[in-house]
């Protein structure tokens, strides 16, 4: 079967590429690379021993777009493609609505005059808003706190609307929680230009000292140890996430929506201490204020996923912390 994954470059279309390389997939791939870079490919033909086909376009261009499909047969898209900075959305909510919408559009539009079927759709955990209670099923309320997660829930809300309109389309729409790790080779992971504006490249800036300590967002949180609590996954178990959904893609019709998580939560200060244990290092952080617009607490419950996917995740927040600091080990640029 030939996937055609969109922002295949990125942190999570990365390893899902690896995923479905190993699960004999062929791999089409389309990105800008405005977000990663050309050598992940040789990556992921190295881990795999298999070389994805790759277009350098971008996915607001329709005619390309267009092309490749007629080039290849596609069965599938994972659609990932997407800015995802929650802050720069706050600032620049534009480019955010412009980018993220008129690229799936557009593939909508393309996907349509081709006749092809099937979609797995990256969205967030971002759209429950703040929870009404915790852990969160995929049937809770849904809002949003900000431009980026307001593009996944309109993206959503399109998609819905297809799936109303076409009888035949079947769109799995899967929620992720908050993915760190990295694959075990160490040649895949994130490693996000500038100052890190998530939990995980911070500690590990810090971790290599290239930033003196963390900030921590706040410690007067009703949670365990008053920092905020996430769900954090493993983002090889994420990118597995995705081979379940195709798998459940091909003989579907209609719309799904599935949490990605382990269904733990973890504070901050949780997984500080793992990373400093676990690698053997000291994380220095200083209490600040409260982050404007962070919950307290939001983790997953995962039983939709396992009853339906057969998906669980099986790496440990040790792991997790463990496979993040490799990767930056092994690509620190000296
Ligand atoms: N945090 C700090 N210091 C930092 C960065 C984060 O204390 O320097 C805290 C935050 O306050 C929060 C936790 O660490 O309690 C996690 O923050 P992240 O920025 O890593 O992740 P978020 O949960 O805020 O957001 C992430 C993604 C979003 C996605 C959301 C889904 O960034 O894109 O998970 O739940 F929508």
Do not use: Q, W
Request: glycine fraction near 6%.
């Amino acid at each position: 079967m030939n996937i055609l994954v969109t922002g295949g470059t990125g942190f999570i279309g990365s390893h899902t590429c690896v995923e479905l390389l190993n699960n004999n997939y062929n791999v089409i791939i389309i990105d800008n690379l405005s977000n990663s870079s050309i050598e992940v490919l040789e990556k992921i033909e190295k881990i795999t021993s298999k070389k994805p086909k790759f277009y350098k376009i971008d996915l607001c261009d329709k005619e390309k777009v267009k092309e490749i499909f007629n080039e290849n047969k596609i069965d599938a898209v994972i659609h990932f493609a997407g800015y995802k900075a929650v802050g720069e959305s706050v600032s620049n909510p534009l480019k955010y609505y412009r980018n993220n919408l008129d690229s799936t559009l557009t593939l909508l539009e393309v996907m349509k005059e081709v006749n092809c079927h099937n979609l797995i759709f990256s969205s967030s955990a971002t759209v429950y808003g703040t929870p009404k209670e915790l852990p969160i099923k995929e049937d809770f309320p849904l809002s949003t706190t900000n431009p980026y997660g307001t593009t996944k829930l309109m993206i959503e809300r399109i998609l819905k609307d297809i799936s109303i309109s076409d009888k035949e389309i079947s769109i799995i729409i899967l929620r992720y929680f908050n993915p760190i790790g990295s694959h075990k080779s160490g040649l895949l992971g994130e490693n996000p230009s500038g100052i890190p504006n998530n939990l995980m490249p911070y500690i590990v800036r810090v971790a290599t000292k290239e930033l003196p300590f963390l900030n921590v967002f706040g410690n007067d949180y009703d949670t365990h140890d008053g920092t905020g609590v996430r769900d954090y996954i493993h983002v090889v178990d994420l990118a597995k996430g995705h081979i379940k959904a195709l798998e459940k893609s091909i003989n579907f019709k209609g719309i799904e929506y599935y949490n990605l998580g382990t269904g733990t939560g973890y504070s901050v200060l949780d997984l500080v201490k793992t990373f400093e244990k676990v690698n053997n290092v000291k994380i220095p952080y200083k209490i600040v204020n409260r982050r404007p617009g962070d919950i307290a607490a939001c983790f997953a419950d995962p039983t939709k996923a396992y009853k339906e996917l057969g998906f669980k995740a099986e790496y440990g927040i040790e792991d997790m912390c463990k496979d993040s600091y490799n990767y930056i080990l092994k690509n620190k640029s000296n």
